[in-house]
Each structure stands twice: as structure tokens, then as C-alpha cells.
């Protein structure tokens, strides 16, 4: 028992802190820099949308008005069977760039995707969603990055702005955790994934997007790193969204995503060996791992409760994380503890842990879908 719960609290350690240090220390002393330039192809953004006519009539307007020369972008935007305004929204806006597509029946996002990609023409594609707010520069930014013949795509960071709710204070603290674990990873050779709010790709690489998908932001960088060009991550781009202040709503999202994680390894189980993919290691730094870490915490709590009779010291380990976990619940019982820093961090820690258990229920009984629902704030 003393060694399962060496070896678990190991892995945990490893996870959140090891990896994100191992990273760091990489882009410190081993770096592979990036050589930018400016650099103006012809592009093409794509997006696709559902039920989204609220917000869609700004984010066309936020996509026309990007610092680019208006001759080379266009903009490719779907409806994936919505049922609101949404084509009425693509149809009246008035810009010739923008090329639109009703999709009647809703088939989900990477269905969209296989259909329009194949269709492009221009050198490079930028992806984006509906909902975020794009900064002007952004492109470029982008661009200059993907000028680098060795660079496949590049992924924006998806910042937020101020929250006046704690759990939204949550959620920022994990985007900005996440932040930095991808600045290195792209300094010191290539992040696993990207955010589907705002990354550019050369088109030449995209490869063929099969239907079904949940995570299509995370299986395209991935094949088109598998021939070895680099995905790195520029923190110059920046798409603007609102940290939710519900957890409910919080919660869809991440299990969904988490559920799109282990629907990746299904798809392509050779993922889990890491030797198959010039990320592999990452990928089980950064994502796998992450999966497993709930079981680590339920071994490791298991085992604290085995050891009880050995030692005093046992005894005061399992109180230790018994306050821990206690901690955790009461501030999602009583929001108003998030406000306090350190239970903050805690309460975000145990309950994305949480979503991993309940993104693999989810996986397993078919209710994750490529499908989105799209969940409404309920605070805008």
C-alpha cells in the first residue's frame, strides 16, 4: 500500500506540476525558436454556427474588421441546423466576401468542416467560433508565425476578460495555467493541442475531416504535426470570451471536451503508445495523464485509509487530504470561499478532476455528442 500511494501521489505530482516545470525548463535551455516574419497570404476563415444568431451579426462584424487587406480574406461561415435566425443573419449581411452555408439537418461541427475545407482555396485557413471577440491584430499575429516553413498551424490564446463572479475567477485561473503549459510547449517544440476560438493553418496540410468528431481542435493540429511540421502557439492572438459564472454550464462544456479526449483514444488507440506520434510523449503529459489523475487521487486517498494503523503520520495525511476534499465541497456549496485564493485553486482542482470521471461516464454511455448543444449564458 505505501508503494501505490507513493507512486499515485508521484503521478499527480507529475501531472500538474512536473510536466508544466519539465516544459518550462525545456523552453529555457532547449528552445526552438520561431522565425516570424511578416507575411500576407491569401486566407480564409471559417466558422460554423448554431442557433447562434445573437451573437453571429458581431462576429461577422469582428471577422470583416481584422487589420488584413480585404482582397485576401474571405469568409466561409455554415449553419449547422439551426433553428433561429441564423441564416437570416448570414443572408442579409451584406460583405461579397463572406460565403455562407445552411446546413438544414444538424450533423455537428467536423461535418460542417469535411464539407467546407475541402472547398478552400487560399494559402492559409484561420478557424474560429461564433462566440468570441477577435482582436483586430490577431491574424497577423498569427501569420507571422506560420510564416516559418516548419510550422504547420498556430493557435491564439483564448483570453478572458474580468470576471465579477468567484467561479468565473476559477475559471480564468485555469485558462491562465493552461497558458502558460502552451507557451512552452510551442517554445520548445510544438503544443498538443489548440484552442477552436481562434488557430491558423496552412491549408496544403489539412487533412481530410471525418464526421463525428468532438474534438476537432485537437485532431487536426495533431495530424498535421504526425509529418513533422510544428504547432506552435503565439500569445499576440487573443479571442476575447467571458469566464461562464455558472457552473452548470462550466461543467457541459468541460465534460464534453474531456469526453472528446476519450473519444480521440478510440478513434486512434496507437495515440496511447507514444512512440507512434512525434507528440506522443506530450500528449500523455498534457492530456492522457490528466484523464487518469481522479483514479490517482482515489488511490491515493485508498491507500492513506489502509496505512491508518502503521503510523501517527498516516493518520495526520489522511486528515490532511480529508480537509482538502472538505474544503473543495464546501466552496462549491458556499461560492462566496472561492474568493479566497488558495481554496479557489483548490476547489478548481477537484472539480475539473470531477469532470474527467463525468466526461468518461459521458464517452461511455453515448451522451457526449459531436453535435453541440450551445449553452446560453445565464448572466449575459
Not at 227 to 244: H, L, M, Q, T
Not at 314 to 324: G, R, S, T
Amino acid at each position: 500500500m505505501k508503494w501505490t500511494f507513493v507512486l499515485c501521489l508521484f503521478m499527480l505530482g507529475w501531472t500538474y506540476l512536473g510536466y508544466p516545470l519539465a516544459m518550462l525548463a525545456r523552453a529555457l535551455y532547449r528552445p526552438r525558436r520561431v522565425q516570424p516574419a511578416e507575411w500576407e497570404p491569401s486566407v480564409e476563415v471559417v466558422i460554423v454556427a448554431h442557433n447562434a444568431a445573437d451573437e453571429l451579426a458581431a462576429k461577422l462584424k469582428n471577422v470583416a474588421a481584422l487589420d488584413y487587406p480585404p482582397e485576401k480574406l474571405r469568409f466561409h461561415v455554415a449553419s449547422d441546423g439551426s433553428e433561429d435566425h441564423t441564416p437570416t443573419v448570414l443572408r442579409e449581411f451584406g460583405d461579397p466576401r463572406l460565403i455562407p452555408y445552411v446546413f438544414p439537418v444538424r450533423r455537428g461541427k467536423s461535418a460542417c468542416l469535411g464539407d467546407i475545407v475541402p472547398k478552400l482555396k487560399a494559402d492559409v485557413v484561420l478557424f474560429a467560433d461564433a462566440r468570441q471577440r477577435i482582436e483586430p491584430g490577431a491574424l497577423r499575429a498569427l501569420l507571422r508565425l506560420l510564416s516559418d516553413p516548419r510550422v504547420g498551424a498556430v493557435g491564439g490564446e483564448l483570453a478572458f476578460e474580468r470576471s465579477y463572479s468567484d467561479f468565473g475567477d476559477g475559471v480564468d485561473f485555469y485558462w491562465r495555467y493552461e497558458t502558460f503549459i502552451r507557451g512552452n510547449e510551442a517554445e520548445s517544440g510544438s503544443v498538443v493541442g489548440v484552442s477552436g476560438a481562434l488557430y491558423a493553418a496552412r491549408r496544403a496540410l489539412l487533412p481530410q475531416i471525418p464526421e463525428g468528431l468532438i474534438l476537432d481542435d485537437l485532431w487536426i493540429p495533431l495530424q498535421i504535426a504526425r509529418d513533422g511540421s510544428r504547432i506552435v502557439f503565439s500569445s499576440e492572438a487573443r479571442a476575447w470570451d467571458r469566464p461562464s459564472k455558472d457552473a452548470a454550464v462550466e461543467s457541459l462544456r468541460k465534460r464534453r471536451t474531456l469526453a472528446g479526449n476519450f473519444q480521440l483514444i478510440a478513434r486512434e488507440p496507437s495515440l496511447l503508445l507514444p512512440w507512434t506520434h512525434p507528440l506522443g510523449w506530450r500528449l500523455w503529459g498534457h492530456k492522457w495523464l490528466r484523464l487518469l489523475a481522479p483514479w490517482f487521487m482515489l488511490a491515493v486517498f485508498a491507500s492513506n485509509l489502509a496505512l491508518l494503523t502503521e503510523s501517527p503520520k498516516w493518520a495526520l495525511l489522511a486528515l490532511a487530504q480529508a480537509a482538502f476534499y472538505g474544503l473543495a465541497f464546501a466552496a462549491m456549496r458556499k461560492p462566496e470561499l472561492l474568493r479566497i485564493t488558495p481554496v479557489r485553486i483548490i476547489a478548481t482542482f477537484v472539480r475539473m478532476n470531477g469532470y474527467a470521471v463525468l466526461g468518461l461516464h459521458d464517452f461511455l454511455t453515448g451522451r457526449a455528442s459531436a453535435a453541440w448543444s450551445v449553452t446560453r449564458r445565464r448572466d449575459a
